[in-house]
């Protein structure tokens, strides 16, 4: 074993394990405030143009259901798929911001699965 090398854990990779420490509580904090932000966000999904319309919250719980009167007159199996082509629409958009702000969050870390 040459003189310096030690176990191979020099000063250089002291420096980037404080720095991958530092980075990770960077994202530890920035997810409590993204949680916070994702409890007070509303999202909309709709179907057939508005005329039914399932508000969620940024953690993807239901908060309203809207219906036109218009719809109502369709039948309960029309309002029932309108209603769940809503939901679906407000479930694939909290997703897909949700997806958005973690990779904002983590952005230039290599994470597993990320």
Known sequence: MSQGQGFGF??????????????????QEGA?????????MEI???????????????????????????????????VSDLVTAAMKDAYRKSTEMMREKMEELTGGLNLPGM
Do not use: T
Not at 15 to 25: D, G, H, I, N, P
Not at 32 to 40: A, G, P, R, S, Y
Not at 44 to 64: D, F, T, Y
């Open 10 to 27: 020099g000063l250089g990779k002291m420096k980037e394990l404080a720095e991958a420490f530092k980075k990770a509580q960077q994202v």
């Open 32 to 40: 409590k405030k993204l949680q916070e932000e994702l409890e007070e």
């Open 44 to 78: 909309e999904g709709e179907a057939q143009g508005g005329l039914v319309k399932v508000v969620l919250s940024g953690n993807q719980e239901p908060i309203r259901v809207v219906i036109s009167p218009d719809v109502l007159s369709e039948g309960a199996d029309v």
